[in-house]
C-alpha cells in the first residue's frame, strides 16, 4: 500500500476490538493557515459522546476505543471505508477481502444438489490472511444454507458453508458474504440451478 506524507495531522479513532475506524479528526489553525496538533483526549471525549459514533463500537462502550495520531494516511483514504487499524502494529490497513469460491457453480434444481462454498479472508495480494478470526454472514437468494443463519466462524482465515439446490430452475442464484465485525470487504459469487 503506498502511503504519501501529509501535512495534515489526522487523529483516527477505532475500535480497540475489530480495529474499526469510526472517526477521524483534523485541526486547522485559522491564524496560521496550517493544520496543527489537537488535544488528542479532548478529541477521544467528543468521540465517546457522540451517540451515532459510539453505536458503531462493540459494546457500544467508550472503553473499546483509542486513538492514533498521524501524517501518513493510505492513498484514498477518505472517510476510513475500506480501512481498518492494525491493532498490533497500530497503522492503518486496507481491510483483507472476503473471497468465495464453489467447488461447483452449476447444482440440479432437485432439492437434493449441493456445493461447498468455501470462505476466505484475503489480502490485497490475494494471500490468506491466517490471524482472521470473526464471524461471517452468508445469505442466499435462493437454496438453504446449513449453518443456521447463515453465520459462519471464520478461523485463520477460512471456513465453509453448504448450499442445497431447491426443487427449481433457477438462472442466477446470488450467495454473498459479509463481516459482522466490519473486518472485512463483502464478496459474491452467482450460481445456477438446473
Not at 483516527?12 to 496538533?37: M, N, P, Q, R, W
Not at 480501512?83 to 457453480?105: C, T
Not at 490475494?126 to 459462519?152: C, D, M, Q
Amino acid at each position: 500500500m503506498s502511503k504519501k506524507e501529509s501535512s495534515i495531522i489526522t487523529y483516527v479513532v477505532f475500535d480497540t476490538k475489530t480495529g474499526k475506524i469510526v472517526h477521524k479528526h483534523s485541526c486547522f489553525d485559522l491564524e496560521k493557515e496550517a493544520y496543527s496538533e489537537c488535544d488528542p483526549d479532548e478529541v477521544m471525549k467528543l468521540t465517546a459522546a457522540d451517540p451515532f459514533t459510539l453505536s458503531k463500537v462493540t459494546d457500544s462502550d467508550p472503553d473499546n476505543l483509542d486513538i492514533l495520531m498521524t501524517r501518513e494516511l493510505p492513498e484514498g483514504f477518505s472517510r476510513g471505508i475500506g480501512y481498518l487499524v492494525d491493532i498490533d502494529s497500530r497503522k492503518i490497513i486496507i481491510k483483507p477481502k472476503i473471497k468465495l469460491s464453489a467447488e461447483k457453480k452449476v447444482l440440479s434444481g432437485d432439492g437434493k444438489d449441493e456445493t461447498v462454498i468455501e470462505i476466505s479472508i484475503v489480502n490485497q495480494d490475494g494471500r490468506v490472511v491466517g490471524s482472521f478470526n470473526g464471524t461471517i454472514k452468508v445469505s442466499t437468494t435462493r437454496g438453504k444454507l446449513s449453518a443456521k443463519g447463515g453465520l459462519v466462524e471464520v478461523r485463520k482465515g477460512k471456513g465453509n458453508i453448504t448450499l442445497t439446490s431447491v426443487n427449481e430452475t433457477v438462472d442466477r442464484v446470488k450467495v454473498s458474504a459479509q463481516s459482522l465485525e466490519g473486518k472485512s470487504l463483502r464478496d459474491e459469487i452467482v450460481l445456477e440451478f438446473v
